[in-house]
T-cell receptor, first 114, second 115 residues
Framework: AQSVTQLGSHVSVSEGALVLLRCNYS??????LFWYVQYPNQGLQLLLK??????LVKGINGFEAEFKKSETSFHLTKPSAHMSDAAEYFC????????????FGSGTRLQVQP | EAQVTQNPRYLITVTGKKLTVTCSQN?????MSWYRQDPGLGLRQIYY???????DKGDVPEGYKVSRKEKRNFPLILESPSPNQTSLYFC??????????????FGPGTRLTVL
């Protein structure tokens, strides 16, 4: 079975500061990892995904994440936060190819201060 | 525009009154799934469907039913809703092209309150 832990249910940064959202996973087989973003009153939008092709993954809106197998981590970063980045972010893992179920972390709400 | 739609977006009902939440996608996806989102728990899979007439249980199927009579539609049925089914529900779809990394596209969500 797989699981995802997101450290910090709320993260607050200043506009222009580095964004770092932490995600650690547990999986007995090589995982596929995803970051989704949820803006208020909207569905989930895919930010980026790790497919084993490259450990550093670039996504939309300037976000990127690095897969570190030794640390079982897939942290999300952005060099400079923008007010529009305020949202809830979910890390997810999938290894069950049949059921294709995404196992989500509990989410991190990002607040960006002016 | 490629999208997953859900109806209704908001619903308040009473215990025991049967309801259906509809989900439709226009991307010709084989795979469809229902999740519920609860505070502090992230999203959990309720049911999924690999194709027409092929459905199976996810992590939290109790109290729910689904059907897949057409490729584009995947309704979620609550035969006798209870207050513990108050939640935010998301439908998702993707291709089943044989790769595990197929992106799942999510609908806008349905906020259900059962009194």
């Amino acid at each position: 079975a797989q699981s995802v832990t997101q450290l910090g249910s709320h993260v607050s940064v200043s506009e222009g500061a580095l964004v770092l959202l932490r995600c650690n996973y547990s999986s007995s087989v090589p995982p596929y990892l995803f970051w989704y973003v949820q803006y208020p009153n909207q569905g989930l939008q895919l930010l980026l995904k790790y497919t084993s092709a490259a450990t550093l993954v670039k996504g939309i809106n300037g976000f990127e994440a690095e897969f570190k197998k030794s640390e079982t981590s897939f942290h999300l970063t952005k060099p400079s936060a923008h007010m529009s980045d305020a949202a809830e972010y979910f890390c997810a893992v999938r290894t069950d190819t049949g059921r294709r179920a995404l196992t989500f972390g509990s989410g991190t709400r990002l607040q960006v201060q002016p | 525009e490629a999208q997953v739609t859900q109806n209704p977006r908001y619903l308040i009902t009473v215990t025991g009154k049967k309801l259906t939440v509809t989900c439709s996608q226009n991307m010709n996806h084989e795979y469809m799934s229902w999740y519920r989102q609860d505070p502090g728990l992230g999203l959990r899979q309720i049911y999924y469907s690999m194709n027409v007439e092929v459905t199976d249980k996810g992590d939290v199927p109790e109290g729910y039913k689904v059907s897949r009579k057409e490729k584009r539609n995947f309704p979620l049925i609550l035969e006798s809703p209870s207050p513990n089914q108050t939640s935010l529900y998301f439908c998702a779809s993707s291709y089943s092209g044989g790769t595990s990394t197929d992106t799942q596209y999510f609908g806008p969500g349905t906020r259900l309150t059962v009194l």
